[in-house]
């Protein structure tokens, strides 16, 4: 099978194309024919050798890629068969291997593909969507009316945030650039704040839950605009180690998170793309031989929506 393998941290001339053996498959993993692959900072963040790269270590050959979209091919789980149409994030935060046309995947990460949604769109709809949905269902439980600031709701996590937030009735600020602002407004978002022009702190005030991908002092201009006892949510940044200690001294929940793979997690966000009410931007696609080209894009933090690589 054709795939990208990554011959040593770096820059993207460590993506090189190589054809390796289709992998075999245990009891509960499926076979997947690869269709479409998200990409997402971490994949760029580990192949310059930071990121997830402690998981990559020794293996060989080191394959990248953890979102996909594919079909199956062969089944050892009563969860699917030879045929079904399926995408999920892959053994996050260990080692996926999807950058390839074939991938061994656990079937409890995976849910069926809504027949409606293409495989581009399905498999932008994975770690950054998990991430909005876990933030918000696992550490924030959203409420109708809550006030809910989304911080680069432009972006990969970001805009299914803003999504998730107003499917739960809530009031949602989000920061973006101003060529964003009508694409944050499209969302449903209540509020674009251009963070080049404006610090959002000057505006917004009684918020109830924050989603922060940023970190840094994005956490303390945060914390002033937040209600007592709201909470703030961190996606791991490498500026957020103090969010907690932070947000109590002003009587606030500060939590860090990380993603992790989820069929039943998955089925939720299915459920919501077959009925309309999640819609993926799928802004830049590329070919499986343009991986380096795909990592360039996501690297600029500029791309609006999701990245994603067609095999």
Not at 3 to 32: N, R, T
Not at 227 to 232: A, C, E, F, L, S
Not at 274 to 279: I, Q, R, S, Y
Request: charged residues 25%.
């Amino acid at each position: 099978m054709k795939a990208i393998i990554l011959k040593d941290f770096g820059g993207i001339d460590q993506l090189q194309p190589a054809e390796l053996p289709v992998p075999g498959i245990s009891e509960g993993e499926v076979l997947v024919a690869v269709k479409a692959i998200s990409i997402n900072p971490v994949d760029v963040k580990t192949r310059a050798g930071k990121g997830a790269a402690a998981q990559f270590k020794g293996a060989d050959p080191m394959i990248l890629g953890w979102d996909m979209a594919g079909v199956v091919k062969e089944s050892k789980s009563p969860a699917f068969e030879e045929g079904d149409e399926v995408f999920g994030m892959v053994n996050f935060p260990g080692q996926g291997k999807v950058y390839a046309e074939y991938v061994a995947a656990p079937a409890d990460q995976l849910a069926v593909k809504p027949a409606g949604v293409s495989f581009p769109a399905a498999a932008a709809t994975t770690l950054s969507a998990l991430t909005a949905w876990q933030a918000f269902a696992d550490h924030s439980r959203l409420r109708a009316g809550q006030r809910v600031l989304i911080h680069a709701a432009a972006g990969g996590v970001g805009h299914f945030a803003v999504q998730i937030a107003k499917l739960a009735g809530c009031y949602v600020v989000g920061t973006a650039s101003a060529e964003n602002k009508e694409f944050v407004l499209g969302l449903g978002a209540d509020v674009h704040i251009d963070y080049k022009e404006v610090p959002f702190e000057e505006i917004v005030k009684d918020i109830d839950i924050v989603l922060d991908t940023i970190g840094g002092d994005n956490i303390d201009r945060s914390l002033k605009v937040m209600k007592k006892g709201g909470t703030i949510i961190c996606i791991p940044s490498g500026a957020n180690e103090q969010v907690a200690e932070k947000a109590a001294a002003k009587g606030m929940k500060g939590v860090t998170m990380m993603v992790q793979s989820s069929g039943e997690d998955m089925e939720h966000l299915a459920s919501l793309l077959e009925d309309g009410t999640l819609k993926p931007e799928v802004s830049k696609l590329f070919p499986l031989e343009k991986m380096g080209e795909a990592h360039q894009q996501v690297e600029t933090g500029k791309t609006r929506g999701k990245t994603v690589v067609t095999v």
